[in-house]
Nanobody, 124 residues
């Protein structure tokens, strides 16, 4: 089955930048819609950004729009999340996921294959 591994998390100061990567093994990631999600203690997992198989349809959460950019490189079976102007409220565990059904939304319930997550901490 498809395996996803995130990397690039870490500790940054407010206003800093971080680039997350998620690489798949076992299957061609180009067939699936991809998404980045995040979760903090006491809150539900939320969609941060999702991208369609073509890369032409992209969604961002209102809280990150204008600061984060999602992209994909299907030749490398990798999806990226560039995070700029980071805020303390961006602190969370970030997960990448793939949707084999290509449902077209950015809800966690629409995604079937998940990575283990990478911690992003933004200090104030």
């Amino acid at each position: 089955q498809l395996q996803l591994v995130e990397s690039g998390g870490g500790l940054v100061q407010t206003g800093g930048s971080l680039r997350l990567s998620c690489t798949a093994s076992g299957f061609n990631l180009g067939y699936y819609s991809l998404g980045w999600f995040r979760q903090v203690p006491g809150k539900e997992r939320e969609g941060v950004s999702c991208i369609s198989t073509s890369g032409s349809n992209i969604d961002y959460a209102a809280s990150v729009k204008g600061r984060f950019t999602i992209s994909r490189d299907d030749s490398k079976d990798t999806v990226y999340l560039q995070m700029n102007s980071l805020k303390p409220e961006d602190t969370a565990v970030y997960y990448c996921a793939a949707d084999p059904y290509n449902t077209g939304d950015c809800a966690p319930t629409s995604y079937y294959w998940w990575g283990q997550g990478t911690q992003v901490t933004v200090s104030s």
